[in-house]
């Protein structure tokens, strides 16, 4: 039995403990409709996303430089140029999707003042798989040195299910619990899935990936009732990729579900979760509203856990992580201790997993 590398309140220290230099998901494409402004909180910070009158999306940071209105609380103008630009509610001073400033109204002619020289952060954000992603760069003059992620499995057409919760936790406390492999028959006791009574032993192969690890694909668990709808044969595989992005993909011979599950920090103490699942598979015509109660109560019921979990970490206590079960743990906070230190060293980054089988009863 070991500790845990770091206490609640150190991990919340370091660096905030949150990553640079990737890709966050902020929502789904559809959530951002054409000529409109959105407010987010995004690393303890303000962002603006939009999406342009004529359809792309951009990010900024939330604070027109002049006298700190949120620029969100404005509107689009299309300049006599055709460029598309944001008027800030206040002074109307106005900025393009570059964070560019391109006018303000109140200079007259003879002031002379270079409005290109004012800028506000733009942060790159793209669209891919119906997602929109925004980087953290740690350098905000610096571009993306790499696309967003790809999932296996976004498949179906639009997701069949679609949730959302804030975690009142930092994002580490919730991905560590999302990951946990031993929760299961105590925080989600449903008749469907399985109870505290009905425990196997789990033998599991993990291999590294991209910024991350899997339980490589398997045959789910018997005691897994809910796998039952799909019918066949399923196989599954697990993968979970810095900073925060964790999928399922099951496979029912060429029949696909991908579960999604993105944590994106608002605050150090707040983390956004979206759920997000694709299929093309006939049980989601048939069972959708079964499907998504109760991937809806299993999320309820991690997120009453970590709210349970809070008053023991007020108290800043040293948690006592276990092989294999918490295994996964200790390779999140390694995952990110290399990350952090490849960025820092200019080097590229050494994933520090190693292919093991991991043995736990649930």
């Not at 939330?62 to 140029?81: K, M, N, Q, V, Y």
């Not at 425990?199 to 339980?215: D, I, N, T, V």
């Not at 109760?294 to 092989?323: C, E, N, S, Y």
């Amino acid at each position: 039995m070991n500790a845990a590398p770091r206490s609640a309140s150190a991990t919340a220290r370091f660096g905030e403990g949150f990553l640079t230099d990737v890709w966050y998901v902020v929502g789904l494409a559809s959530d951002f409709r054409p000529g409109k402004l959105a407010r987010r909180r995004f690393l303890g910070e303000p962002l603006m996303l939009g999406r342009s009158p004529k359809g792309e999306i951009f990010a900024l940071r939330d604070i027109c430089p002049h006298r700190a209105a949120p620029l969100s609380a404005g509107r689009f103008r299309t300049e006599d140029s055709g460029v598309e630009t944001v008027e800030c509610p206040y002074h109307g001073w106005r900025f393009g999707r570059d964070g560019g400033c391109t006018a303000i109204p109140s200079l007259v002619d003879d002031q002379a003042m270079d409005v290109n020289r004012i800028r506000v952060r733009r942060y790159p954000a793209v669209e891919s798989q119906g997602l929109v992603f925004v980087w953290a760069g740690s350098d905000p003059k610096a571009e993306p040195d790499r696309p967003p992620p790809a999932f296996p499995g976004v498949v179906g057409g639009a997701p069949k299910i679609v949730d959302r919760m804030v975690f009142d936790s930092h994002i580490d406390h919730a991905v560590v619990g999302l990951m946990d492999p031993a929760h299961g028959p105590y925080v989600h006791q449903q008749w469907w899935w399985r109870s505290s009574a009905s425990q196997h032993e789990k033998a599991k192969r993990f291999e590294p990936r991209e910024l991350g690890f899997s339980m490589v694909r398997h045959a789910p668990s018997k005691n897994s009732r809910a796998y039952a709808v799909l019918g066949g044969a399923p196989q599954t595989e697990i993968t979970f990729r810095l900073p925060g992005l964790r999928w399922e993909h099951v496979t029912v011979g060429a029949r696909q579900v991908l579960s999604l599950t993105c944590l994106t920090p608002t605050e150090t103490d707040k983390t956004e979760i979206l759920q997000v699942v694709w299929s093309d598979h006939p049980a989601f015509l048939i069972l959708r509203p079964f499907i998504r109660a109760a991937a809806r109560a299993f999320l309820r019921q991690d997120a009453a856990m970590v709210d349970l979990q809070k008053d023991g970490l007020a108290h800043d206590p040293t948690l006592l992580w276990i092989d294999d079960a918490d295994r996964q743990a200790k390779w999140y906070q390694q995952l990110k201790r290399e990350w952090a230190a490849s960025r820092r060293e200019g080097r590229p980054f050494r994933n520090p997993i190693e292919a093991a089988t991991l043995r736990w009863r649930s």
